[in-house]
Structure formats: structure tokens, C-alpha cells
């Protein structure tokens, strides 16, 4: 059987930034090739980043990321890296019209592929299938791809697709067996949400014994707003058997030798499943002399889920601060776990002497709130300083009469007044510790605590963000070193202390009750009955739902933050804020 080694390269890219991606990419393929790869590809939308939203829509973006393709191939060609084919994912436009929904004309975007080989484009194609659910609107902006891409390589038919094609029935995986390929290959920027490694795993091994070739699953890592990318490329037999299995959350080249079935004399062409029409081109006919393998696969170590979602959350934070020019960050440091959490998470991922705390102390904060703060910067090294908010409160009460609620909301907003002056006057960013339940409900002040730039626990509800705080100090005490969360941050009752005595189930129903309805309601799209039907008080179901509905345009106005649940706030559920519906 021929031999081939690929270079499956697990890699981040910048939405936008097309200059420093085809320098990755050259850089990347040169290792590759350096390790004697005869193929090397690279994630879906590489040259361009993923999502790039409504930039598909500029014609001059379009044309940009074309011509950058272009460029890209003669400079692997002039550094000698020529004569291995790379494949890559970029932005295209079509030549044809469409008439998938209203249609689209000539011209339109396309999120594409191609393969490039001895300084030129031999191949491009389009991705057919087109998601367009949760935070996909694909169909806003592509034309689907009508081929069954295949490029023979040393004797071996590789059939190509992007991501989509496979998780969606049809298409390209049935083609790639009508046309006896050896290997399918799917570049892939399909975003992390907890348990989707698992999920992945199984829907690989189903293509790739649906397709009757061994199937190689190439996956981006980084971080692109409120998206994360995990990694955990996969490369599976023609029954489903992983042969290779690279590192979440890690660039890596996941380096692979295969023997695969030699591809039929005559190229395959005409139209197969689903109508697509094979386009077909030969790079290297004859198979390779028979080698010694070196690089036989195998897996990298798994990690578990709550350090999934933990390092989920530093990937976020990390690519967000730094894509967008910052070096530094800055919040409200309470002596509550929220903000603990989100300054631990701050410091793994851009290190304690970036991160900037301001306690802030009023008339209601307790003494171990104070001390709890202070020895959160103790043990993780972040920078903190004390400005108490007292004499703002006086002054502004001094002028106006406030009570209740009005009263409470003030020191909050007071808070965040000075965390956004203090931004202004040093440049740091700020970070909002608001959590998933409490973002849900309303349980936060508008311009109080609200304000930042990014939010890093946004899409974790409490309960979850107490199991975080705890794997993160076991973490710690298992390698020796001192766990960062002070251990009454996490034991105390949670508060907001904007008034005497003052503990969240005051407001709110308990924390583990409530998740559990706003994970019904919230991320499953279950309504009143079906919820109180699976066994929570009707009293409850309506009190939780009433609040959820009623916040709406406080979740409108929150900060963007990363997103590693099945449905967060934002993109994934769009609701409307004027709204005469309830449950």
C-alpha cells in the first residue's frame, strides 16, 4: 500500500490580519516539510481567521484574502517548500450563481479551500454544506460548494472537505467512498463547548466508516471573540480506529505516517452522492519507495472536563486581550469567588504582573472581604490597591436622595465608574466577573457591575464556577504549589454587600435550584410545563422564568465573554427585548 505522511497543522489565526496568517502558515509548513511531510494542511478559514461575520460581505476583503492566496503559493515556492502540496482554508468568492434560498449572484463569498502546489493554486473548493444554528450564520454569507474536491498525492487519492461536510449527513462523506479515496481529509474552526470532544470523537469514527477511508480531522486552536478553539485533531482507520490524537487547547503539528489503498488507475470524474461533481487533479501519480515510519501516531493525554472548561476560559481571556493590542487587565477585586475566579483565570493566562485588582471597599463591606482580597493578591501576586468608594457614596447621596434599591445599585455603579477611569488612565482593560446565573436573572447592576471590556465567566453558571474555583486550587495543591483562591471565598455565603446582612438567596432561590432551571430553560429551550414536569415547584419555575424574560436588555448590554456552553448568552440565543410572550 502507498505511504504518505501528513502534516495535520493544529494552529491559531487572527480574524482579518492576512499578513501575519500566511506567515504561520509558511512557517508552520516549513517544519513540516523540514520532518519530511508530503502533505500539509492547515484549519478551515486559516489565511482569513474564523468567523470572519460581515467582512465576507466586503468586496475589497474578498479580493484582499484572493490575492493573498495567490501570493502565498509563490512564496512557499520561492523558500523551496514548493513541492509539498498545502491545504488550507481562505475566503473566495464564487463564479457561478446560486439558488440556495432567495439566490445568490456571481460573485457572492464562499468559505473555501484550496490546495497549493510548486508556486500556484491548483485547486479550490467550496464548503457545501452551510451551517446556519447557534452561533453559524453561514447562509447569511456563502454560497455552497457543488464538488467533491480530490487531489492525488503519491499514488493516493485525498478527498477534501470543511467542516460542515462532515457533520452534517450527505455530501461529501458518501462521495468520498463513491470515489474510492484513501484518505478524507476535513479542515475544520468548529468552536469548543463542553463534552463536544466526545462528540467529535464518535462522529469522526461514524464518517470515516460511512466514507471506507481512513478520515483525518483537522482542528483550529486560539481564541476569536467569544469563541474558543480546542484543538484535539483526530485521525482515525478506515473502521474508526484513532491512529492519531493531538492536544486540546495547543498548537501542535500532529505529525502521522500512513499506508493507504493505492488510488485506480483511471481518476475518478462525473457526479456522484448528492449530485457533487468530482474535480479531480493528479499532483504525483506514482506511489513513494517503500520508508521506515517515524511518526506512528498515538494520543495525547486527556484532560477531564472542569479543566476543559477552565482552560477554555484562559484561552478567551488570553486571545481577547491580546488580539486586540492590550497587554494588561483590570477588575474589581470583592473577596467574593467571581472575581477570584475571573483574576486567577486572568493570571494563568497572561501572567500576575499583567493583572490589576481594585478593592473597594463601602460602608457594608465585611472585614473578611477586605482580608479575603488581599490575600487573593498574596497568593496569585496581582497587582492590588484599596480605594474605598465611601466618600463617593457620601458625596453623591450629599446631593441626591436615594433609598433601596436605588441606594444599593449606587455604590455598584460608583465601582465601576472608577474601574473605567482607572482603564482610561492606564491602559489596562477591564475585566466584568458577572456569572451565567446571575446574568440571567438580572442579578447585576447596569453600568455598575457590568462594565469591562470582556467577561470570562459569562457563559458559567454559579454552581460551575464554585467547581472551577475548587479544581483549580486541587490543581495547585497537587503540584505543590499554594492554591490562589483564598478558601473563605469559597466557603462564605455569597453576597453583593450593598446593604447590612445582605447574602444572594435573599434576591434569588438557591444556587443549585436555580441552575438547574436556567439550564432547562435558558440552554435546552424547555418551557413552564415541561419544566415543572421534570420535577421543580411551579412556584419556582414561574418565579425563575419571570426574572430570565424581564432581563433581557440588561443581557443586550453585557460585555462579550467566552462561550463554552451548548447555548450562551449573545449569538446563540437571540431573543427579543420587547417581548409580551411568558411561559
Given amino acids: 500500500m502507498p505511504q504518505l505522511r501528513i502534516a495535520l497543522n493544529q494552529i491559531d489565526a487572527t480574524v482579518g490580519d492576512l499578513s501575519a496568517n500566511s506567515e504561520a502558515v509558511l512557517r508552520w509548513t516549513r517544519h513540516g516539510v523540514e520532518r519530511g511531510a508530503h502533505l500539509v494542511a492547515f484549519p478551515e478559514m486559516m489565511l482569513t481567521g474564523y468567523p470572519v461575520e460581515d467582512l465576507a460581505l466586503r468586496s475589497s476583503f474578498v479580493s484582499a484574502s484572493r490575492a493573498a492566496l495567490g501570493e ?3 512564496r512557499l515556492a520561492g523558500e523551496g517548500l514548493g513541492e509539498v502540496p498545502v491545504v488550507l482554508g ?3 468568492r464564487s463564479t457561478e450563481e446560486t439558488r440556495v434560498n432567495a439566490g445568490l449572484p456571481p460573485g ?3 468559505n473555501a479551500g484550496a490546495v497549493l502546489h510548486r508556486g500556484e493554486v491548483v485547486l479550490t473548493f467550496a464548503k457545501h454544506h452551510l451551517p446556519n444554528y447557534g452561533v453559524f450564520d453561514e447562509f447569511r454569507y456563502f454560497v455552497p460548494g457543488a464538488t467533491l474536491p480530490v487531489v492525488r498525492v503519491h499514488g493516493v487519492d485525498v478527498a477534501l472537505a470543511i467542516c460542515e461536510d462532515l457533520w452534517q449527513d450527505g455530501g461529501r462523506v458518501p462521495a468520498a467512498r463513491s470515489a474510492g479515496a484513501g484518505l478524507l481529509l476535513a479542515i475544520n474552526a468548529s468552536p469548543y463547548e463542553v463534552h463536544k470532544d466526545d462528540t467529535r470523537l464518535e462522529l469522526v469514527r461514524r464518517r470515516a466508516r460511512e466514507a471506507g477511508c481512513a478520515l483525518a480531522y483537522l482542528a483550529m486552536v486560539g481564541g476569536q471573540d467569544e469563541l474558543v478553539f480546542d484543538g484535539d485533531s483526530i485521525v482515525v482507520d478506515h473502521e474508526g480506529a484513532v491512529l492519531a490524537r493531538g492536544p486540546q487547547f495547543t498548537a501542535e503539528s500532529l505529525l502521522l505516517d500512513l499506508q493507504l489503498p493505492a488510488a485506480a488507475p483511471a481518476p475518478p470524474s462525473g457526479r456522484v452522492d448528492d449530485g457533487l461533481r468530482v474535480d479531480h487533479v493528479t499532483l504525483s501519480a506514482d506511489p513513494l519507495p517503500p520508508y521506515a515510519p517515524q511518526y506512528p501516531g498515538g494520543e495525547a493525554e486527556r484532560i477531564d472536563d472542569a479543566e476543559e472548561m477552565y482552560r477554555a476560559l484562559v484561552t478567551g481571556v488570553r486571545a481577547y486581550t491580546r488580539k486586540n493590542g492590550f497587554r494588561s487587565v483590570l477588575l474589581g477585586v470583592s473577596g467574593g469567588i467571581d472575581s477570584a475566579l475571573c483574576a486567577v483565570i486572568a493570571c494563568d493566562a497572561l501572567g500576575p504582573e499583567n493583572v490589576y485588582g481594585i478593592s473597594m471597599p463601602s460602608r457594608y463591606s465585611s472585614e473578611h472581604s477586605r482580608s479575603d482580597a488581599a490575600e487573593l493578591a ?7 490597591r484599596t480605594v474605598p468608594v465611601g466618600p463617593m457614596f457620601d458625596a453623591y447621596m450629599s446631593a441626591v436622595e436615594l433609598t433601596g434599591l436605588a441606594e444599593e445599585n449606587l455604590q455598584s455603579r460608583l465601582r465601576g465608574t472608577l474601574l473605567m477611569a482607572v ?16 446574568l440571567a436573572v438580572g442579578y447585576s447592576t447596569l453600568y455598575g457591575d457590568s462594565v469591562g471590556a470582556y467577561a470570562p465567566i459569562k457563559d458559567v453558571y454559579k454552581s460551575g464556577v464554585y467547581r472551577l474555583a475548587r479544581w483549580r486550587n486541587e490543581v495547585a495543591a497537587r503540584r505543590g504549589e499554594t492554591p490562589p483562591i483564598p478558601e473563605n471565598s469559597i466557603a462564605k455565603p455569597p453576597s453583593a454587600e450593598l446593604r447590612p446582612g445582605q447574602v444572594d438567596t435573599d434576591s434569588l432561590p438557591d444556587y443549585d435550584q436555580l441552575d438547574a432551571v436556567l439550564e432547562l430553560y435558558v440552554d435546552r429551550d424547555r418551557g413552564r410545563a415541561e419544566i415543572v414536569a421534570a420535577g421543580f415547584p411551579d412556584e419556582l419555575v414561574g418565579r425563575v422564568l419571570r426574572m430570565v424574560d424581564a432581563a433581557e436588555y440588561k443581557r443586550r448590554q453585557y460585555p462579550p465573554g467566552t462561550k463554552i456552553s451548548p447555548k450562551g448568552f449573545g449569538k446563540d440565543r437571540r431573543l427579543p427585548i420587547t417581548n409580551g410572550w411568558r411561559e
Fill in 378 to 384: 498574596r497568593r496569585t501576586g496581582l497587582n492590588l
Fill in 108 to 110: 457572492s463569498p464562499s
Fill in 72 to 74: 502565498l503559493a509563490a
Fill in 423 to 438: 482603564s482610561n488612565q492606564e491602559g489596562h482593560i477591564v475585566l466584568a466577573p458577572g456569572n451565567k446565573s446571575e
Fill in 90 to 92: 481562505y475566503l473566495d
